[in-house]
């Protein structure tokens, strides 16, 4: 097969953006909040200034991380027919919701989730085909702060038999989060084998990473969980004015926390999530933009020249309806950054300022085309069908040829996609995509089935939980 | 002799050493302060905000012309007598405790100084005792708290319950990613902004009343 695909930094340009990210290494250096990452980095040769947390990286550091950090990643899953492995050859696809508020598609309101809404969200990733793997969906408020993300995990692993990758920032959320993950799988060695966790660490634009996130990637280094270094400067704002000196800031955040996940344990399996953003200047907030797919598209090509897994791109749109706006902004942002095969793309459930149940399956639809466009297509003797053609001639038709029968079925279909003539579809009730979309939501919700954690694995559970909200309350 | 008009436009256009100087001349010259303040700096800001309403000035000429004045601000604050200065009100602000994000907070504090507010910043992971001090120090007017986390978010209230514990009659402003009007309804703020301009101008109303 023949696939679309697309490299538009040439060599040279990849190179500078390297060779940039060494140099502010070297000369900048990064702002390191965790004594023990520093400890680290200075008996591998950096030079540390303890009393400003901040280290300047030498190259040689640099290139044995990139060498020793494992170029395939598997990510497993509570349910083992949902494991899949990074390895650049296919894209995988995240619910990347944006807790804590909901845009309610039902009522229109936006308002804080709760745990019914998050529920809600686990099942419907759940028996979505395209889903792959999920973040959070919201933040129950009324969870004790240091239980949040140890919860989240729990409440995600409950729900849904796929993927999860959440939040971590402190050592302690690290080791309760790794401990109930182990009961579930089966063990730690089991859990090293088969992480069905994963941690993000989102690093402080320009140049920061934060004491407590840091403690806790080094706990999941040396468990041999995978951690994605999220770095997320903004152009103009957290970063200089310009795509190619953002991706530098990206670039240099994501190397520095390379090296400290590969001292902390060497063949520690990370990928790489380059959030290049651009905000609005007139109120400073982040902002969906052209931009924003082609710097990812680039530190992808990056990427690629270190061979590292990358979590990046996908379907974003700062809508607050189930309307056109939506459409088209998830449309335009997902596939040209699947040009480059992103391992894992993200943006499903995601809709303006906060999660959407609802859109869910508009997600899925639109990769699901992506995903038919990416394919490509075969020219073969048996596809250029030249028998076939002069067969049928001229004036003929081939919709009763044997070819047609073996082939036919290869072309896309749409799932909830309308297509029909106007008096059929006025027929069927004249439904809007919003309206198709909430009806396919409530029919998901009534009839699928998440299969559940069993119950002695969920006793354990209840001890560890337990012992935490002792330990951190 | 330096004219002011001159300092005014040094101001819009964000020349922050050029103020400085000029700043610094006009005081050399013997020049009124209060009348450098009012008809340089403060008339320049007072352009800034007009522009910036008008959809001509964004944050980075907003931030740099704050910068600017601030320059002209510094050497003349010293000369300024108990009284000359109209301050709009005083602020004390901080990130909630856990959380290290500050450039929220950096961008409001920088438009507050530049709309002619006092602002003291606590830093950040500032705990309820941290902003209590600094409000009963500086006899604040305002505090503004502001949090990029959802898990820090929640602290908020931890603060606003520890000024009002204190008998401190302060208002108080909240901001960050996941805040809303909803949350700050919630735990008894007086006021919400989304960004930092239109910060400014519930600052403004907040101190009034």
Redesign the interface.
Known sequence: MSKPSINFLSQNEIESIHDGSLKVLERTGVKV?SKQALDLLKKAGAKVDYVNERVTIPRNLVEEALEMAPKAVKYAARNPKYDFVLDKKKSHFCATAN???MIDGETGE???STAEDIIDCLVVADYLNHVDMVWPFG?D?NVP?PM??ILDMYTALLHTGKHFEGDT?TTAEAKYQLEIAAAIVGGKEELKKRPIISMVICT?SPL?L?GGMTDASIEYARAGVPVVIYPMPAV???SP?TMAGTMVVNTAEFLAGLVIQELASPGAPVAWAPSCGTVN?????RKWSPESTLMSLGVGQLARRYGLPTQRGGLGSSSKLLDAQAGYQKAISLIPSLLLTPDVAGGIASLGPGTCLEIMVIDNEIIDYALRYLEGLEVNDDTLALDVIDKVGPGGHFLGEKHTLQHFREGWMPEITDMETFEVWQGKGSKSIAQIAKEKTREILATHKVEPIPQDIQNEVSKILKKAEAELL | MVDLTKIKDGVVGGEVDEVGEMVKKAVEEGQEVKKILKEGLIAGMAIVGDKYERGDFFLPEMVIAATAMKQGLKILSPLLKQGDIESAGTVVLGTAKGDIHDIGKSIVGTMLEGAGFMVTDVGVDAGPDKFVEAAKEKNADLIGISALLTTTMVGMEDVIKALRGAGLKARVMIGGASVTQEFADKIGADGYAPDAPSAVGKAKELVKN
């Open positions: 909040m807790p804590p508020l936006c308002r804080y933040t408020l702060g949040l993300h920032v402080i920061m934060d103009g704002q957290l004015a200047y007139k109120t400073g907030r």
